[in-house]
């Protein structure tokens, strides 16, 4: 069937809208955060198709920075009192109609670890009664956690959705990539590590950050070749890229995410083991890149407007 954007975001919008107003802890998040939950609308029924077909029989979604289930605090004028559902709730009520077997949810925060408890309790019918629940953890205890499950004929599809890329070092990362069975999404911050990357100072926390992040040294070549000073989120992307290429057997795809125009926030990195996963990756990218700041607003926008002509 072909994806539709704006389906996607009326059904996030409608299944949540009951929690407008809770009270509870929110997490920040823009209209080009969106775009993370389209994606996941769209792999998340090709994983579980694609696994299947390769003797898993359990399906898990485990997202380790799972936030607090919405954001608000949308900077257009119009958008202002909306609220939008994160990758927790989007990720579960997938999980709930697909069939997966379970959720895996945590980060490190509290507040939102209550308020995406509470939040998913209130939910329960919505997410055909399943009882999802998530765990204070920060991210190195839930890559143990995840490679725990990670047994017998049993996949997990991962998001990675950090605020920086401080906590996401390379050797937590490759254990993760290494393991059969597990599909990645990860939100690799390419203007915010190209920047912190141009302005590393010798011996600085900065250089110690950075080469834990890559696992080793040669992003400061990269930095250093004045070729690549206009160019270098790309650059360090690539070399991202191509790390986890030859460091695994996995294909690894890139979706950019802009704040607007052409004006790159972040990159989409899909990891997967099968060459069907990266077949779908290749198209979700071909879709995502329709679905740009400008498009997923205007969506929203038109979708307020006839819900306040219901209303009328
Ligand atoms: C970008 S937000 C996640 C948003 C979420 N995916 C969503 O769609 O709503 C990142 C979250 O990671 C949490 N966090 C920050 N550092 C962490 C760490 N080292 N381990 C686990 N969680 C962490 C923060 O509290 C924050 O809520």
Same mark, same amino acid.
């Given at each position: 069937?072909?994806?539709?954007?704006?389906?996607?975001?009326?059904?996030?919008r409608?299944?949540?809208?009951?929690?407008?107003d809770?009270g509870?802890?929110?997490s920040?998040?823009?209209?080009?955060s969106?775009k993370?939950?389209?994606l996941?609308?769209?792999?998340?029924?090709?994983f579980i198709q694609?696994?299947?077909?390769?003797?898993?029989?359990? !399906?898990? +979604?485990?997202?380790?920075f799972?936030?607090?289930?919405?954001f %608000?605090?949308? #900077?257009?004028? $119009?958008?202002?009192?909306e609220?939008?559902?994160g990758?927790?709730l989007?990720?579960?009520l997938n999980?709930?109609?697909?069939?997966?077997?379970?959720?895996?949810f945590?980060?490190?925060?509290?507040?939102?670890i209550e308020?995406?408890?509470?939040?998913?309790a209130k939910?329960?019918?919505?997410?055909?009664?399943k009882?999802y629940?998530?765990?204070k953890?920060e991210?190195?205890?839930a890559?143990?956690?995840?490679?725990?499950?990670?047994q017998y004929?049993?996949?997990?599809?991962?998001?990675i959705?950090?605020?920086?890329?401080?906590?996401?070092?390379w050797k937590?990362?490759?254990?993760l990539i290494?393991?059969?069975?597990?599909?990645?999404? !990860?939100? +690799?911050?390419?203007?915010?590590?190209?920047?912190?990357?141009? %302005?590393?100072? #010798?011996?600085? $926390?900065?250089?110690?950050?950075?080469?834990?992040?890559?696992?080793?040294d040669g992003?400061?070549?990269?930095?250093?070749?004045?070729?690549?000073?206009?160019?270098?989120?790309?650059?360090?992307?690539?070399y991202?890229?191509?790390k986890?290429?030859?460091n695994?057997?996995?294909?690894?795809?890139d979706?950019?995410v802009y704040?607007q125009?052409?004006?790159k926030?972040?990159?989409?990195?899909l990891?997967?083991?099968?060459?069907?996963?990266?077949?779908?990756m290749n198209k979700?990218k071909?879709?995502m890149n329709?679905?740009t700041?400008?498009?997923?607003?205007?969506e929203?926008?038109?979708?307020?407007?006839?819900?306040?002509?219901?209303f009328?």
């Amino acid at each position: 069937m072909e994806f539709s954007i704006s389906d996607s975001i009326k059904r996030a919008r409608e299944t949540f809208a009951h929690l407008k107003d809770d009270g509870l802890t929110t997490s920040i998040g823009d209209i080009w955060s969106i775009k993370k939950m389209l994606l996941l609308d769209y792999y998340m029924p090709s994983f579980i198709q694609i696994v299947s077909k390769n003797n898993f029989n359990k !399906f898990y +979604f485990a997202d380790p920075f799972c936030g607090s289930g919405i954001f %608000t605090d949308f #900077k257009d004028k $119009e958008l202002k009192n909306e609220i939008f559902p994160g990758s927790s709730l989007i990720g579960a009520l997938n999980a709930s109609e697909l069939g997966y077997t379970n959720c895996i949810f945590s980060e490190s925060n509290s507040s939102n670890i209550e308020a995406l408890n509470s939040r998913l309790a209130k939910c329960k019918t919505r997410l055909h009664g399943k009882e999802y629940t998530s765990q204070k953890l920060e991210f190195e205890k839930a890559v143990e956690k995840i490679l725990k499950m990670r047994q017998y004929q049993v996949a997990i599809l991962v998001l990675i959705d950090p605020d920086g890329y401080v906590p996401i070092k390379w050797k937590l990362m490759e254990k993760l990539i290494k393991e059969v069975g597990i599909d990645i999404i !990860f939100n +690799f911050y390419t203007q915010g590590i190209a920047h912190n990357v141009s %302005t590393s100072k #010798k011996k600085s $926390e900065h250089e110690e950050n950075l080469n834990d992040f890559f696992g080793d040294d040669g992003w400061k070549e990269i930095r250093d070749n004045r070729l690549n000073a206009n160019n270098l989120g790309p650059k360090l992307l690539k070399y991202y890229l191509d790390k986890i290429q030859s460091n695994s057997t996995k294909f690894a795809v890139d979706v950019g995410v802009y704040k607007q125009g052409d004006s790159k926030l972040y990159d989409l990195i899909l990891i997967t083991r099968s060459k069907g996963g990266a077949n779908v990756m290749n198209k979700a990218k071909e879709v995502m890149n329709n679905a740009t700041t400008e498009v997923i607003k205007r969506e929203f926008k038109a979708q307020l407007g006839s819900q306040s002509r219901l209303f009328e």
